[in-house]
């Protein structure tokens, strides 16, 4: 072997074994000594990858182990090829063969950061896949052993996301499409949204821990701008407490009760498109839209180009998160944001508030041959404990994704806005934002009326409202969706019936309509050009047609 004394450890420095090329680097062996193909050979030869497998290879190096990978790999998979130091990323693309650095099934990025990983996620050969698989074939990996860990992590979190959400896709896409096109005939009435700017603002959320909150909310109220998610106002108005706003997002039936005693308030509905319409329309007040943006779909697309998009929320599943980004995203940025009820856990009894839908029917339910205590609590069928933020609590899986997905919520929003995002739930899981309490709630409102004591304040700080958002542009859009379902059913009816057929216009067109299938079980991977793909597509286009007509009737009321 040769002598390494006079090596610049700055650099990586090949060296020949006889066996192969090793690599030193910051005074350590990146291969071995003596056989430096072999281990990596080896473990590309012998890892167990499943179909629909990602395999995430830290620190390639050299590329040993990586055309043994790519020969065996089975359909539907792909390698991720990850280096966090760029002086080991160009020496690596100097000497991993190109015939895998072209590989189409092969991706190789540079890069200290997991989240830029993820933002390419979905632009990844052969995407989505069902796992990840981790592969290491050189000491480089040891190098940032922590990043890796931490990017193989998020990549699996991604993944399990990525099908959480593709189920709910399946269950409600069909709704989400349906409920959009519906509403944007209610769009032509809608009105910005708007919080007076010497006002802090509070959210109510549906969990337990917002009853704690009531009494301060009742001193203070008229500091507060009071939002409250839809499974939350009912009990704010049982106490006293009119919301200046209801965040709705509920897209099905089973939000109606949450609204009993609330029809005909007046109370400013702040409604995601794809919510329920007879649930928009609820209490008779003013509504502003957001949008959900579910799904990379055409529909969705078309609205934010047409201009006629309303200010988009990224998918959180849960309306308190949405509710939390969205204020954030609406409120001045110095003015605080203040939260109660985000506990995604509850301790002993009712999952959610006493005045929510859930405990209301436990209570209804109850008599005196099954008292309250055996009644069984609505959605906790995979309870489990674990410590919460004062002691054990009771969650669910998807309850403590929820809060994981708040914790970076609370990241992402710190970095945006200067005034705070205050939890002051007294219990529930970690949220990840600035801990406090409803008790000081005066403390906090005292010193925000001292910043802006001096400050010049002009009137209520309004969402810029968004061009197109009138009779005429929205007519139009509306218009050319069913124009555009017209000719799809057109070429789907030639297809089927063996037509000649432009197969590209029919692909593209079906892109651009796939929120007419993206709910089907068998769209993970895109649609497909059978028969009985293009049959149930053609089926469902009479449901979409019927939600247009609607929305025009609306909009020429």
């Given at each position: 072997?040769?002598?390494?004394?006079?090596?610049?450890?700055?650099?990586?420095?090949?060296?020949?074994?006889?066996?192969?090329?090793?690599?030193?680097?910051?005074?350590?062996?990146?291969?071995?000594?003596?056989?430096?193909?072999?281990?990596?050979?080896?473990?590309?030869?012998?890892?167990?990858?499943?179909?629909e497998?990602?395999?995430?290879?830290p620190?390639?190096?050299?590329?040993?182990?990586?055309?043994?990978?790519?020969?065996?790999?089975?359909?539907?998979?792909?390698?991720?090829?990850?280096e966090?130091?760029?002086?080991?990323?160009?020496?690596?693309?100097?000497?991993?063969?190109?015939?895998?650095?072209?590989?189409?099934?092969?991706?190789?990025?540079?890069?200290?950061a997991?989240?830029?990983?993820?933002?390419?996620?979905?632009?990844?050969p052969?995407?989505?896949?069902?796992?990840?698989?981790?592969?290491?074939?050189?000491?480089?990996?040891?190098?940032?052993?922590?990043?890796?860990g931490?990017?193989?992590?998020?990549?699996?979190?991604?993944?399990?996301?990525?099908?959480?959400n593709?189920?709910?896709?399946?269950?409600?896409?069909?709704?989400?499409?349906?409920?959009?096109?519906?509403?944007?005939?209610?769009?032509?009435?809608?009105?910005?949204?708007?919080?007076?700017?010497?006002?802090?603002?509070?959210?109510?959320?549906?969990?337990?821990?917002?009853?704690?909150?009531?009494?301060?909310?009742?001193?203070?109220?008229?500091?507060?701008?009071?939002?409250?998610?839809d499974?939350?106002a009912?009990?704010?108005?049982?106490?006293?407490?009119?919301?200046?706003?209801?965040?709705?997002?509920?897209?099905?039936?089973?939000?109606?009760?949450?609204?009993?005693?609330?029809?005909?308030?007046?109370?400013?509905?702040?409604?995601d498109?794809?919510?329920?319409?007879?649930?928009v329309?609820?209490?008779?007040g003013?509504?502003?839209?957001?949008?959900?943006?579910?799904?990379?779909?055409?529909?969705?697309?078309?609205?934010r180009?047409?201009?006629?998009?309303?200010?988009?929320?990224?998918?959180?599943?849960?309306?308190?998160?949405?509710?939390?980004?969205?204020?954030?995203?609406?409120?001045?940025?110095?003015?605080p944001?203040?939260?109660?009820g985000?506990?995604?856990?509850?301790?002993?009894?009712?999952?959610?508030?006493?005045?929510?839908?859930?405990?209301?029917?436990?209570?209804?339910?109850?008599?005196?041959?099954?008292?309250?205590?055996?009644?069984?609590?609505?959605?906790?069928?995979?309870?489990?404990?674990?410590?919460g933020?004062?002691?054990?609590?009771?969650?669910?899986?998807?309850?403590?994704?929820?809060?994981?997905?708040?914790?970076?919520l609370?990241?992402?929003?710190?970095?945006?806005?200067?005034?705070?995002?205050?939890?002051?739930?007294?219990?529930?899981?970690?949220?990840?934002?600035?801990?406090?309490?409803?008790?000081?709630?005066?403390?906090?409102?005292?010193?925000?009326?001292?910043?802006?004591?001096?400050?010049?304040?002009?009137?209520?700080?309004?969402?810029?409202?968004?061009?197109?958002?009138?009779?005429?542009?929205?007519?139009?859009?509306?218009?050319g969706?069913?124009?555009r379902?017209?000719?799809?059913?057109?070429?789907?009816?030639?297809?089927?019936?063996?037509?000649?057929?432009?197969?590209?216009?029919?692909?593209?067109?079906?892109?651009?309509?796939?929120?007419?299938?993206?709910?089907?079980?068998d769209?993970?991977?895109?649609c497909?050009?059978?028969?009985?793909?293009?049959?149930?597509?053609?089926?469902?286009?009479?449901?979409?047609?019927?939600?247009?007509?609607?929305?025009?009737?609306?909009?020429?009321?």
């Amino acid at each position: 072997m040769a002598g390494t004394g006079d090596t610049d450890s700055r650099q990586p420095v090949p060296v020949e074994t006889g066996q192969g090329l090793t690599v030193q680097y910051r005074d350590r062996w990146l291969y071995s000594r003596r056989e430096p193909i072999k281990n990596p050979v080896r473990a590309a030869s012998t890892l167990v990858i499943k179909s629909e497998t990602l395999v995430f290879c830290p620190s390639p190096l050299l590329g040993y182990g990586l055309q043994e990978l790519l020969q065996r790999l089975p359909e539907r998979c792909a390698v991720l090829a990850v280096e966090a130091d760029e002086r080991l990323m160009a020496f690596s693309l100097r000497h991993i063969p190109d015939d895998v650095l072209k590989d189409p099934r092969f991706r190789y990025v540079r890069t200290a950061a997991a989240f830029r990983i993820l933002e390419l996620f979905d632009t990844l050969p052969n995407a989505p896949y069902r796992r990840v698989a981790r592969l290491d074939l050189s000491g480089g990996s040891a190098l940032f052993s922590e990043f890796y860990g931490e990017t193989l992590s998020a990549l699996d979190e991604y993944v399990s996301r990525w099908w959480k959400n593709r189920f709910t896709l399946m269950r409600l896409g069909r709704n989400y499409a349906r409920n959009i096109l519906t509403n944007l005939g209610l769009a032509k009435a809608a009105i910005p949204f708007s919080i007076p700017a010497n006002k802090a603002i509070f959210l109510a959320g549906a969990g337990p821990s917002i009853e704690a909150a009531i009494p301060a909310l009742l001193l203070h109220r008229e500091k507060l701008f009071v939002a409250a998610v839809d499974t939350a106002a009912r009990i704010l108005a049982d106490s006293g407490i009119n919301p200046d706003a209801l965040i709705l997002v509920e897209s099905q039936y089973w939000i109606d009760p949450a609204f009993h005693g609330l029809s005909r308030s007046g109370i400013p509905v702040w409604a995601d498109l794809t919510a329920r319409t007879a649930s928009v329309l609820r209490t008779g007040g003013p509504i502003s839209f957001f949008v959900s943006e579910y799904a990379n779909n055409g529909l969705l697309r078309r609205l934010r180009a047409s201009g006629a998009g309303p200010v988009a929320v990224p998918p959180l599943g849960s309306v308190g998160l949405a509710a939390v980004y969205l204020l954030s995203e609406i409120g001045m940025g110095e003015a605080p944001i203040f939260f109660s009820g985000l506990d995604f856990s509850w301790e002993r009894g009712f999952t959610h508030n006493r005045s929510a839908p859930a405990a209301l029917e436990a209570l209804e339910r109850a008599n005196r041959m099954r008292p309250l205590p055996l009644q069984g609590l609505p959605g906790a069928g995979n309870a489990e404990t674990v410590t919460g933020r004062t002691g054990p609590v009771v969650t669910t899986p998807l309850l403590e994704d929820y809060a994981a997905q708040a914790r970076a919520l609370a990241s992402r929003i710190a970095a945006k806005r200067r005034g705070p995002c205050v939890d002051l739930g007294k219990t529930g899981l970690d949220t990840g934002f600035i801990r406090g309490d409803s008790d000081g709630l005066g403390r906090y409102l005292e010193a925000f009326a001292k910043e802006i004591g001096e400050a010049e304040i002009d009137g209520d700080r309004e969402h810029p409202r968004q061009d197109g958002l009138n009779g005429e542009d929205l007519t139009d859009f509306l218009r050319g969706e069913g124009e555009r379902i017209e000719r799809l059913e057109t070429m789907i009816r030639d297809f089927l019936r063996g037509k000649d057929t432009d197969r590209a216009a029919l692909r593209e067109t079906m892109r651009e309509m796939d929120y007419l299938w993206l709910h089907f079980p068998d769209a993970a991977r895109g649609c497909a050009e059978e028969n009985d793909f293009m049959e149930r597509t053609l089926a469902g286009t009479g449901y979409f047609k019927k939600s247009i007509a609607r929305a025009l009737s609306f909009l020429s009321s």
